[in-house]
């Protein structure tokens, strides 16, 4: 097993890793809409989703991962009504390449965030 970091995306909040490789495949811890520093986003759906994403693909980078290699993805979102929304920028992010997804519906979120995404992916 191999522990990843990077100072692209906020450090864990709790006891815990942005992400392990084991026997190639990344799992990432979930990202929320943090800043690399630690700060939340704006309280925008579309804001929150773009800097998961950033956070996403910044723990895939330092996994030597990415976008392209991830084949399962699970979102949590504080609100379905917010699902179009968030089903639209994630679109963004994966247009071509579509892994495998999970969305639910939970009641509540670490720093009262709006969404938060894992991912597992390959690592080559």
């Known amino acids: 097993m191999k522990n990843v970091f990077t100072q692209e995306a906020p450090e864990a ?19 929320i809409p ?3 520093d630690g700060t939340m ?6 804001e929150q989703t773009h800097q ?13 991962s990415s976008l392209e290699d991830v084949v399962k993805t699970t ?8 699902f179009g929304s968030i089903n639209e920028v994630y679109g963004e992010y994966f247009s071509e390449h ?4 999970s969305c639910v ?10 969404v938060e995404m894992e991912v597992i992916a390959l690592v080559r």
């Open 13 to 31: 909040i709790g006891p815990y890793s942005q992400g392990i490789i084991v026997n190639n495949l990344f799992y990432s811890s979930g990202q």
């Open 34 to 36: 943090l800043k690399p």
């Open 41 to 46: 986003v704006g309280e925008g759906i579309e």
């Open 52 to 64: 998961v994403f950033a956070n996403v693909k910044a723990v895939l980078e330092a996994a030597g």
């Open 75 to 82: 979102v949590f979102i504080k609100d379905m009504n917010q």
């Open 98 to 101: 579509k892994p495998a997804r």
């Open 105 to 114: 519906e939970v009641a509540r979120l670490p720093k009262d965030a709006l």
